[in-house]
């Protein structure tokens, strides 16, 4: 029996028009993310609520900064890849936008 190293890729390509629906959802997904933050800010500010409220608040607003930047790499991968990039190289900017993340 002979063995098969490599064939073909494992999946089929994504055409243009799913790229641009996972770009545009990708958005979508950075609106909500930003809405939730705009929800929890007001939580803060608010008078009425209380002080477990207000750091169940902050623990969420760290959080809601580490999903931003999760969202901001994808946004960088699916818009290099409407472009025309390859996965591999829109991989290597979005994995290169996370490091930097991770440094500050």
């Not at 999903?67 to 901001?72: D, G, L, Q, S």
């Not at 979005?94 to 991770?102: D, Q, V």
């Amino acid at each position: 029996m002979v063995q098969k190293y490599y064939s073909s890729p494992k999946n089929t390509p994504l055409t243009k028009d799913e790229i641009k629906e996972k770009y545009e959802d990708i958005h979508e997904e950075m609106k909500e993310v930003l809405e939730w933050k705009k929800e929890e800010k007001a939580k803060l500010k608010s008078s009425k609520t209380t002080s477990k409220e207000k750091e169940a608040a902050k623990k969420d607003l760290k959080k809601i900064a580490r999903r931003i930047n999760t969202v901001k790499g994808q946004i960088i991968y699916w818009e290099l890849r409407e472009k025309g990039e390859s996965n591999f190289k829109a991989n290597l900017e979005k994995n290169e936008f996370w490091a930097s993340c991770k440094e500050e």
